[in-house]
């Protein structure tokens, strides 16, 4: 849905931001769980700050060309499908999967996903979280701005077991920041390559 909805309990997203509830059952949310659990999580660093997030990447990762990510888990599979399916595009066009594991208390700070990728699709597991949307201004615009502080635009709850997709407007003109979250969340996230 976009943000031009007529819908006045259409959650206040931009537009190319699709979103549905009660993606996956409450069983395969477990099932989920239990292997990422067992995992190998890494530390993230972004823009020189160690994030307070954990992550498991695989397949074309940020920089294939520094570290090799391992392929796709199996586990993840069947999931990738139902995503792909439901963006309506081939499973293997996701190349990449990101697992985040996000202990109580963690956020992700504003940014854009990565250049080099186009759609990007992620489910939420465990526990809801807010994502916060705000329109995105290149590093050297923000070097112009007249000091006054940017705040989001938009915002939707992301739900446990919800998925959300981002394209258009959505991925390429607006940033996103996940403010901290209450509880163990883990949130599994799908891009394809830009053509």
Same mark, same amino acid.
């Given at each position: 849905?976009?943000?031009?909805?007529?819908?006045?309990?259409?959650?206040?997203?931009?537009?190319?931001?699709?979103? #549905?509830?009660?993606?996956?059952?409450?069983?395969?949310?477990?099932?989920?769980?239990?292997?990422?659990?067992?995992?190998?999580?890494?530390?993230?660093?972004?823009?020189?700050?160690?994030? %307070?997030?954990?992550?498991?990447?695989?397949?074309?990762?940020?920089?294939?060309?520094?570290?090799?990510?391992?392929?796709?888990?199996?586990?993840?599979?069947?999931?990738?499908?139902?995503?792909?399916?439901?963006?309506?595009?081939?499973?293997?066009?996701?190349?990449?999967?990101?697992?985040?594991?996000?202990?109580?208390?963690?956020?992700?700070?504003?940014?854009?996903?990565?250049? #080099?990728?186009?759609?990007?699709?992620?489910?939420?597991?465990?526990?809801?979280? %807010?994502?916060?949307?705000?329109?995105?201004?290149?590093?050297?615009?923000? /070097?112009?701005?007249?000091?006054?502080?940017?705040?989001?635009?938009?915002?939707?709850?992301?739900?446990?077991?919800?998925?959300?997709?981002?394209?258009?407007?959505?991925? #390429?003109?607006?940033?996103?920041?996940?403010?901290?979250?209450?509880? /163990?969340?883990?949130?599994?996230?799908? %891009?394809?390559? %830009?053509?």
């Amino acid at each position: 849905m976009s943000s031009g909805s007529s819908d006045l309990f259409a959650p206040d997203v931009p537009d190319g931001f699709r979103y #549905q509830s009660n993606f996956i059952g409450i069983d395969e949310e477990a099932l989920l769980a239990e292997e990422i659990h067992r995992l190998r999580f890494s530390t993230f660093e972004m823009r020189g700050v160690v994030a %307070r997030r954990r992550v498991a990447f695989f397949g074309k990762s940020y920089d294939a060309t520094i570290v090799a990510s391992p392929t796709v888990p199996a586990f993840l599979m069947p999931l990738r499908g139902a995503v792909a399916a439901w963006a309506g595009v081939e499973a293997q066009a996701f190349e990449m999967a990101l697992v985040n594991e996000y202990a109580s208390g963690a956020p992700i700070g504003w940014h854009r996903d990565a250049p #080099q990728y186009e759609l990007v699709a992620g489910v939420s597991l465990l526990s809801s979280c %807010r994502m916060k949307f705000r329109p995105y201004v290149s590093p050297g615009a923000r /070097l112009k701005h007249d000091g006054h502080r940017r705040v989001a635009t938009h915002e939707i709850t992301l739900e446990p077991r919800s998925v959300y997709l981002m394209t258009g407007p959505a991925r #390429q003109e607006y940033e996103h920041h996940i403010p901290a979250v209450g509880a /163990l969340r883990y949130s599994i996230t799908f %891009r394809t390559l %830009r053509s």
